[in-house]
């Protein structure tokens, strides 16, 4: 019998999922969801530090986000796919492994080349969301989308607090040890750890339809999105001019593969991703309000953490060490867990087209407070918290209104369609900020001026603006009426 017979045994021989105990599964689901966190958040409060320790300029730090954001592109589609084809936890154990190696990269890293390297594979955190997802969905539940909903709420809380963990564990790591890499080995604990301890205990899922992955189209997909953001990140540096040959080569040769890749999906049977939903009202705006909380979110996410360890010399910055620097992301990182348990019920009282809404709002509301007071710690951070509120009601009712519009079969897909849109809006908005800092960074200086991040914190609140004005185009399905 081979491998591909033993996906595809009937339902009747396998293991009942509900056997599992649901302590166990959600234990489980959360720490996988914790290490994505850490794996995501260890970096930044060791960016001031690796301009020294790599050689590199604060605007060639962005390429860290970048790198990992386009191996992300590339990763989930064809891993949410697996997923429901091959079993969620099956593909899972294989992501954990993938994320695992480039955490053991990282951690050797002693140049900036080596750690884009690690940082491209663990790019593939990206798929853990949607696998997860995939398990949960499949375990059912008498309260139908409520439980769907308060389980991803609690996904999104365990991320956020990884994010925290990795960033203050990181923090403490760079001050306590003389080594100065010695942070980057944080990842690999916590990967190792998930990957270990949820080997036994997550269940598989149950419910499998059967059929093939769509290759050409996950080929197709990966190439083009991955050209248009290569074009974007390296737009504007030298030779790559925006009018070079190079730059609109990746640009447009990227929008017509995804035309084309867009042609292919609507001629065969089991596409990768159904681009027909694309024709659906809620589905576009979903999709669109998706990319515009997540350019500043992450367009930010080098900016910010550089920023507050730029000391008084400069003329502007928090002058935070490490762990201070750590320490004083923290607002941001609760202020998203608490907007992502308060989510549901925030929905279920005034809509999730108001929800929508108000994150955008709030986001636009921290920029601006950010702006408007730099030069004050605690008023600087108290914008990174009605921001991060904000995001944390945008990043649960985004997942759950995009997991919400496709059948149970392609659960995985239609929540990585959402990540991988993350990951879109996500590297347009490094790619913006990096454009910004190198044009205000002096030539043969690390850091650039004050302007950078002042024009930076201005166009993530116009984005955000634009990200409320599109969400008051949602409208909630007449089944959900309904049933309210």
């Known amino acids: 019998m081979t491998d591909t017979d033993t996906l595809r045994t009937p339902p009747a021989s396998r293991a009942v999922v509900r056997a599992t105990p649901g302590a166990a599964v959600i234990a489980s689901v959360a ?33 860290i986000s970048i790198a990992n954001l386009l191996a992300s592109v590339a990763f989930t589609p064809v891993l949410s796919r697996m997923g429901d084809l091959y079993g969620h936890r099956r593909i899972l ?19 900036f080349g080596v ?23 499949n375990r059912g539940g008498k309260d139908g989308d409520g439980e769907s909903r308060r389980g991803i709420s609690y996904m999104v809380a365990a991320l956020v607090a990884g994010i925290a963990v990795g960033l203050v ?14 942070a980057l080995w944080v990842p690999t604990a916590a990967v190792g750890l998930a990957l ?9 899922s149950e419910a499998r339809p059967g059929g093939r992955i769509d290759w050409a189209g996950g080929i197709l ?18 030779d790559w001019e925006w009018t070079s040959p190079r730059t609109l080569g990746c640009l447009v040769g990227g929008a017509l593969v995804t035309a084309l890749w867009v042609r292919v999906e609507l001629r065969i049977p089991e596409p990768m991703i159904d681009v027909r939903m694309f024709r659906r009202r809620n589905v576009v705006t979903v999709s669109l309000v998706t990319v515009t909380f997540t350019v500043p979110m992450i367009g ?83 914008g990174t918290a009605v921001a991060g509120l904000g995001i944390g009601f945008l990043q649960h009712s985004t997942r759950t209104l995009a997991v919400e519009s496709v059948p149970p079969d392609r659960t995985s ?69 309904a049933r309210s």
């Open 31 to 63: 720490l996988v969801e914790l290490s994505s966190g850490i794996t995501q958040g260890f970096l930044s409060p060791l960016l001031k530090g690796l301009t020294e320790t790599l050689r590199v300029t604060a605007a060639e730090l962005n390429w």
């Open 93 to 111: 154990r294989w992501n954990l492994a993938i994320v695992l190696l480039g955490s053991v990269l990282v951690g050797f890293s002693r140049s």
């Open 115 to 137: 750690l884009l390297a690690g940082q491209i594979l663990q790019g593939a955190f990206a798929g853990f969301f949607p696998l997860l997802v995939g398990i949960l969905r």
């Open 169 to 182: 564990a990181s923090g403490f790591v760079a001050r306590t040890v003389d080594s100065p890499t010695a």
């Open 196 to 204: 270990a301890v949820t080997w036994p205990l997550l269940p598989e």
């Open 221 to 238: 997909l990966c190439v083009g999105l991955v050209a248009i953001m290569l074009g974007l990140g390296m737009g504007g540096l030298p």
């Open 300 to 382: 930010l996410q080098v900016a910010n953490p550089v920023f507050m360890g730029t000391g008084p010399e400069h003329g502007y910055g928090l002058g935070l060490d490490p762990f201070a620097t750590g320490l004083a992301m923290l607002p941001n990182m609760l202020a998203i867990a608490a907007g992502a348990l308060a989510a549901p019920k925030v929905a279920a009282a005034v809509s999730d087209r108001l929800t929508l809404c108000a994150g955008s709002l709030l986001m636009a509301a921290g920029y601006l407070a950010s702006l408007t007071w730099h030069g004050s710690m605690p008023l600087f951070l108290a």
């Open 413 to 481: 897909v239609g929540s990585g369609i959402n990540e991988l849109l993350i990951n879109v809006g996500g590297s347009v908005g490094a790619a913006i900020v990096l454009t910004v800092f190198a044009a205000r960074t002096p030539a043969g200086e690390t850091l650039p001026e004050l302007g950078a991040y002042t024009t930076s914190w201005t166009i993530c609140a116009v984005v955000s603006l634009a990200g409320a004005a599109l969400a008051l185009l949602y409208r909630t399905p007449k089944d959900r009426e």
